[in-house]
């Protein structure tokens, strides 16, 4: 239920209150009443028809990095 | 798929299973509830517990909605149907699940009632639109993640005077559902099921941030991480809490940061706090009655509660004889535990929420764990 997919933003209409995002080859309109500041080339979070938050670069990377430190650590 | 497939990768799921075996401690025990649905769904799939060295065990918690939802409440939608003639829209998970007098949404559909199936709150205001001589419902449910959606369509229908629309509510709390199992008897007292540390859930914390399980953790004393639901964050997320556990720390950790962070989606609570009130209590499958557990729509908006503008009697059915879904959401029975898992009760013919929802622990057994546990079947 509270299942939610990373996809990215590629088009935003001019009210900005809706955005195409792109997921494979399958594009789909969303709402974006629940978050702020989109822009296009950004990925964010689709759940039940709405962005729910924008999804971190910056974050993903250190947490794959994460990972792999994993078994080196101690 | 970018933020997907690179949460999937074999060689570091070897790498972090291999750390995990190191770090875990032989003598002790790690018992780590997963609260989510996502999760659980995710351990099968992707056979993480196998990935595990025995003294780490999931425990399967409450965190599915479909799950958790009372047949009472399913029955009053039925209701809404059969009675008062309205178009009820709901998402897809709800329609196989088992009411009272062998119905459910998808048989009163097949019998000639209108029940829609809707992806977003947005197509059932669209409906809502193009049949504005019918009363049109949405049975919302869903935990923090799937209440905001329901605050956008709530003030969208008031903002449009969508005379013809309006929301039965059943959104629920994860804080005061957890609370509710940390209180629990078999957890303080009888022992039955120990928790060590809980896998914080991906979406919800999302939505209301990181900081609302500081308390749990301070207060119950069991360490809490917030988990992503790929593979690779579920195996982190138990490395993190096997560390705490051997540390003797329990803090709130996220290893979920590149979407949650401590405050949440601000925005999104505070459209849901316009729109929503607690609800004094409110019964859940398994848990019971829970106080403050549940929202309903405030004063502002009661004309589009379909509880205020519908006269629908209170329903208070139980479950089917023999199913163990109440104790399997507790943690306290495993579903292998139940006679009725994969006799009567398979996916395709479900007696309890549990096989319905493909979050719920039974679906997640009968689909990828059935054959892995077979000696307590066979009993």
Redo the contacts between chains.
């Keep these: ?6 996809a ?1 933003v590629v088009a935003i209409d001019e009210a900005g209150e809706n955005a195409t995002v792109q ?2 080859e399958v594009r789909k309109q969303v ?1 974006l ?4 500041g989109v822009m296009l080339g950004e ?1 964010v ?1 689709i ?4 962005a ?2 924008k ?3 910056d ?2 990377q ?3 990095e ?3 430190q ?2 080196v ?1 101690p | 798929m970018k933020y997907v497939d690179e949460f999937r990768q074999h060689r570091l799921a070897r790498q972090l299973a291999a750390a995990i075996r190191q770090e875990a401690d032989p003598t002790r025990q790690y018992h780590l509830m997963e609260f989510c649905g996502g999760h659980t769904h995710a351990i099968f799939r992707y056979g993480v517990q196998d990935l595990m060295p025995d003294n780490v065990k999931f425990v399967h918690g409450p965190g599915c909605p479909v799950c958790v939802l009372p047949i009472g409440r399913i029955d009053e939608a039925i209701h809404l149907v059969e009675a008062h003639d309205v178009i009820l829209c709901t998402y897809g998970d709800l329609l196989r699940v088992p009411a009272s007098g062998r119905k459910s949404l998808i048989k009163v559909k097949a019998a000639g009632g209108d029940v829609r199936m809707v992806y977003s709150t947005q197509d059932a205001l669209r409906i809502a639109r193009e049949n504005p001589d019918r009363e049109v419902v949405f049975f919302a449910i869903g935990f923090e993640t799937t209440t905001p959606p329901s605050a956008v369509a709530l003030q969208q229908a008031k903002a449009e005077g969508l005379k013809n629309f309006s929301l039965f509510c059943n959104h629920v709390l994860t804080p005061a559902a957890i609370q509710n199992i940390l209180e629990s008897p078999e957890v303080r007292e009888l022992g039955t099921v120990s928790i060590h540390g809980f896998f914080g859930p991906s979406h919800v914390s999302s939505i209301i941030g990181s900081r609302p399980y500081e308390f749990f953790a301070e207060e119950f004393r069991r360490p809490v991480v917030i988990a992503g639901f790929e593979p690779l964050d579920v195996m982190q997320s138990a490395l993190m809490l096997i560390r705490q556990l051997n540390e003797g720390r329990y803090e709130v950790e996220n290893e979920y940061t590149r979407v949650v962070t401590r405050e949440g989606n601000q925005k999104a609570q505070r459209l849901v706090g316009e729109v929503f009130e607690l609800r004094r209590s409110f019964e859940w499958r398994g848990l019971g009655q829970v106080p403050y557990s549940a929202l309903k729509i405030k004063r502002d908006y009661e004309e589009l509660d379909a509880e205020k503008r519908f006269p629908i009697p209170v329903s208070q059915a139980s479950d089917v004889k023999g199913c163990e879904c109440p104790s399997i959401l507790r943690g306290v029975k495993r579903p292998t535990d139940c006679k009725l898992f994969g006799t009567v009760c398979t996916p395709e013919n479900p007696m309890g929420s549990c096989m319905v929802s493909s979050e719920g622990a039974c679906a997640a057994y009968w689909s990828y764990g059935r054959f892995r546990e077979p000696a307590q079947r066979s009993a």
Excluded: Q
């Excluded at chain 1, 009443?33 to 702020?36: F, G, I």
């Excluded at chain 1, 759940?47 to 709405?50: A, E, L, M, N």
């Design positions: 239920m509270c299942l939610a997919i990373p990215k997921l494979g709402s009443a629940l978050v702020d990925y979070l759940h039940v028809g709405y729910l938050n999804v971190s670069e974050e993903a250190k947490t794959l994460l990972f792999a994993a078994g650590s």
